[in-house]
């Protein structure tokens, strides 16, 4: 399975948070594709049929967590690996250094209101993610309240 562009994926059990992401992504400069799904076991599931460029992953969520998620997707060697950028509104030093460690690519804690959305989506958008996988740089790793 090769990686779809600009297929992005929100995971997010909370619909104003879900509706919030997609409206800013779909009114990016960009033509893509969006699928939402409200759990990390129908993200797995979802993966199966459909590789995304992005994923946007909640960290608390039912069934499976984001962190559940993140581990059984970066375990999965033989899959093309996404882009996953981890989303919450905790900004805990344990969620950092977890994410990081189960190999995030990038960890949001989410804006509270649009513009800062629309301004923190717009700089994840237009960075360069080529051959990122293996430099997660800590000082680079955290994204938040971006002016």
Same mark, same amino acid.
């Given at each position: 399975?090769?990686?779809?562009?600009?297929?992005?994926?929100?995971?997010?059990?909370?619909?104003?948070?879900?509706?919030?992401? &997609? /409206?800013?992504? =779909?009114? $990016?400069?960009? %033509? !893509?594709?969006?699928?939402?799904?409200?759990?990390?076991?129908?993200?797995?599931?979802?993966?199966?049929?459909?590789?995304?460029?992005?994923?946007?992953?909640?960290?608390?969520?039912?069934?499976?967590?984001?962190?559940?998620?993140?581990?059984?997707?970066?375990?999965?060697?033989?899959?093309?690996?996404?882009?996953?950028?981890?989303?919450?509104?905790?900004? &805990? /030093?344990?969620? =950092?250094? $977890?994410?990081? %460690? !189960?190999?995030?690519?990038?960890?949001?804690?989410?804006?509270?209101?649009?513009?800062?959305?629309?301004?923190?989506?717009?700089?994840?958008?237009?960075?360069?993610?080529?051959?990122?996988?293996?430099?997660?740089?800590?000082?680079?790793?955290?994204?938040?309240?971006?002016?």
């Amino acid at each position: 399975m090769i990686s779809e562009p600009n297929l992005i994926i929100i995971a997010d059990d909370d619909s104003d948070d879900c509706l919030f992401l &997609s /409206s800013v992504l =779909l009114s $990016m400069p960009i %033509e !893509l594709s969006l699928i939402i799904v409200p759990n990390g076991e129908r993200l797995i599931n979802m993966l199966k049929a459909v590789s995304p460029q992005f994923i946007f992953l909640d960290i608390n969520m039912p069934k499976k967590s984001g962190f559940d998620a993140l581990r059984q997707i970066r375990s999965n060697k033989n899959s093309p690996q996404p882009t996953i950028i981890m989303c919450s509104t905790s900004s &805990s /030093s344990i969620d =950092l250094r $977890m994410s990081q %460690e !189960l190999g995030a690519d990038l960890y949001v804690v989410k804006p509270n209101n649009l513009k800062h959305l629309s301004t923190m989506v717009d700089e994840i958008l237009k960075r360069d993610w080529a051959g990122t996988a293996n430099k997660r740089i800590p000082e680079s790793f955290l994204l938040s309240h971006v002016q």
